[in-house]
């Protein structure tokens, strides 16, 4: 149920790929920048539109929302806006709302599988090894109240942070 793959989430054939995006829905750096590069206009004119509605004054710290897939093998791209790291204050409640409501989201979209980035892990400085824990504590616990998603998997672009997701899970 819980996969760790060290690779490019902008490669993964799944239902549903999660994007750590920021608040503006616009596209940025890191997975952002690069699930709306290989992903096309499409989704930039996705988020566009949610910016246009709803959305408007973008997307809020832990929660999440669906547009297309655009060009990538994925149907669905969840974006969800993860939490800067802070040694003052614990977000680990944002961080952790972040994977629960991104399964919600695509569990709603009827999707079986769906691949995760380390959220909040690159330029919003949040530690590896208290990230992969947060992460895999909140998809483990949301999966199993919704039965019909299968797989769960963590797209780590290195060999460090797939050791702190395999530390995580070996702890579970």
Known sequence: MIELVLGDITDQDVDVI????????????????AIHRKGG???LAA??????????GGLKTGHAVATTAGRLLAKWVV??????????????SLLDACHRNSVKVASGLGARTIAFPAISTGIYG???????????????????????????????????????????????
């Open 18 to 33: 999660v994007n750590a995006a920021n608040s503006s829905l616009l596209g940025g750096s890191g997975v952002d920048g």
């Open 41 to 43: 206009p499409e989704i």
């Open 47 to 56: 988020c566009r539109e949610l910016r246009a509605g709803h959305y408007g």
């Open 79 to 92: 974006h969800t806006v993860g939490p800067v790291w802070s040694d003052i204050e614990d977000h680990s």
């Open 126 to 172: 949040w530690p590896l090894d208290s990230a992969a824990s947060i992460a895999l504590a909140a998809t483990t616990e949301q999966i199993a109240e919704l039965s019909h998603i299968t797989t769960v998997r963590f797209v780590l672009f290195d060999q460090t942070a797939y050791k702190a997701f395999e530390r995580a899970l070996k702890r579970r």
